[in-house]
């Protein structure tokens, strides 16, 4: 198997990453792990995440993604978007019901259950 720095896993809202000339990004695609295309010095990778994905009523896909051991030091930039705290994720754009909408009405309640949830798979 690969030795993995970061476990499995899809974001939350939107990621915005810069990998400079670093590979070790995996994401999933048709059921196999294949590596993500590195940034370069001037470019982002943008990641959605599940809680917009089901906002957006699933137009643009989240990725199951991780970060494999490599062999040298990696060095990335991560930036983390989302809504306030107290946006209402329960309806889509469409105005459907979201998947977070079934347990909850506002941002701040998903996060703090979703990186909970995280940080237990972590530990």
Do not use: C
């Not at 048709?30 to 906002?55: C, E, H, M, S, W």
């Not at 062999?71 to 991560?78: H, P």
């Not at 469409?94 to 530990?123: H, N, R």
């Amino acid at each position: 198997g690969t030795l993995l720095r970061e476990l499995e896993h899809i974001d939350s809202t939107v990621t915005v990453l810069s990998t400079f000339n670093n590979g070790g990004l995996e994401i999933l695609h048709k059921n196999q792990y294949r590596p993500a295309p590195v940034t370069g010095d001037n470019a982002f990778l943008v990641n959605i995440g599940k809680l917009v994905d089901d906002l957006i009523d699933n137009k643009v896909p989240s990725v199951r993604h991780r970060v494999a051991e490599v062999d040298f030091d990696r060095y990335s930039i991560t930036y983390f978007l989302g809504p306030q705290f107290d946006a209402d994720i329960s309806r889509s754009m469409s105005g459907a019901i979201t998947q977070a909408g079934l347990k909850y009405k506002v941002f701040g309640e998903w996060i703090k259950d979703y990186l909970g949830a995280i940080e237990l798979f972590y530990y």
